[in-house]
């Protein structure tokens, strides 16, 4: 069974910092391009980053310079560091596991950063 699990959400003042978590387990995870995906409310789901086998990231325009992707291979786990939040980032954030073959997806955690 395939498991995604986000954690590390919450409330936060705008400004503040908050570091997501995203364990894996059911998957060979060294081998997947692993993302983080928001949906705010009223809005579709976006893409927010993405961190490939080989070390490749991708970030959207509106996070570049304010959010860092990482993983771990070791422990199945992949992060994401936020800084700078503002309250446009509030969203349901949604950890993905990706192969050409395979999508899979947490059921997410809730950021709230207030103004």
């Given at each position: 069974q395939v498991q995604l699990v986000e954690s590390?959400?919450?409330?936060?003042?705008?400004?503040?910092?908050?570091?997501?978590?995203?364990?894996?387990?059911?998957?060979?995870?060294?081998?997947?391009t692993m993302g983080w995906y928001r949906q705010a409310p009223g809005k579709q789901r976006e893409?927010?980053?993405?961190?490939?086998?080989?070390?490749?990231?991708n970030y959207a325009d509106s996070v570049k310079g304010r959010f860092t992707i990482s993983r771990s291979n070791a422990k199945n786990t992949v992060y994401l560091q936020m800084s700078s939040l503002n309250?446009?980032?509030?969203?349901?954030?949604?950890?993905?596991?990706?192969?050409?073959?395979?999508?899979?997806?947490?059921?997410?955690?809730?950021?709230?950063?207030?103004s």
């Amino acid at each position: 069974q395939v498991q995604l699990v986000e954690s590390g959400g919450g409330l936060v003042q705008a400004g503040g910092s908050l570091r997501l978590s995203c364990a894996a387990s059911g998957i060979i995870f060294s081998i997947y391009t692993m993302g983080w995906y928001r949906q705010a409310p009223g809005k579709q789901r976006e893409l927010v980053a993405t961190l490939t086998s080989g070390g490749r990231t991708n970030y959207a325009d509106s996070v570049k310079g304010r959010f860092t992707i990482s993983r771990s291979n070791a422990k199945n786990t992949v992060y994401l560091q936020m800084s700078s939040l503002n309250p446009k980032d509030t969203a349901v954030y949604y950890c993905n596991a990706h192969i050409p073959t395979s999508d899979y997806w947490g059921q997410g955690t809730l950021v709230t950063v207030s103004s």
